[in-house]
């Protein structure tokens, strides 16, 4: 069973920073994309960042220039930087990725099927 554990979030006032973690053992980091998604309250999931196994990456507008995403390979772990938070940057936040064996990480065309348990990230 893979588990994905996250950790890092916390309550911060507007303009900070925080770091999350995701920590995945035995990730394939050479062929697996490694992305953070976040729901606010009432709202729908809305995809945050992307990681790819080339360290290239990709955000969505509303993070550009604040969040960045970046990972660890010897300590299997994916982090997003996050600073001059805003209070809609309020949401639980997940890391997200997909299954991989010995031929690689599934397709981009298939969905993330792992889901790290979430850590809550509050600016207020």
């Known amino acids: 069973q893979v588990q994905l554990v996250e950790s890092g979030g916390g309550s911060v006032q507007a303009g900070g920073s925080l770091t999350l973690s995701c920590t995945v053992p035995?990730?394939?980091?050479?062929?697996?994309?490694m992305s953070w998604y976040r729901q606010a309250a009432g709202k729908r999931r809305e995809w945050v960042s992307n990681?790819?196994?080339?360290?290239?990456?990709n955000y969505t507008d509303s993070v550009k220039g604040r969040f960045t995403t970046s990972k660890d390979k010897a300590k299997d772990t994916v982090y997003l930087r996050m600073s001059n938070l805003k209070p809609e940057d309020t949401a639980m936040y997940y890391c997200a990725a997909r299954s991989w064996g010995a031929g690689g990480c599934r397709p981009r065309s298939i969905e993330f099927n792992y889901w790290g348990q979430g850590t809550q990230v509050t600016v207020s």
């Open positions: 990681l790819k196994p080339d360290g290239s990456t």
């Open positions: 035995g990730f394939d980091f050479k062929t697996c994309d």
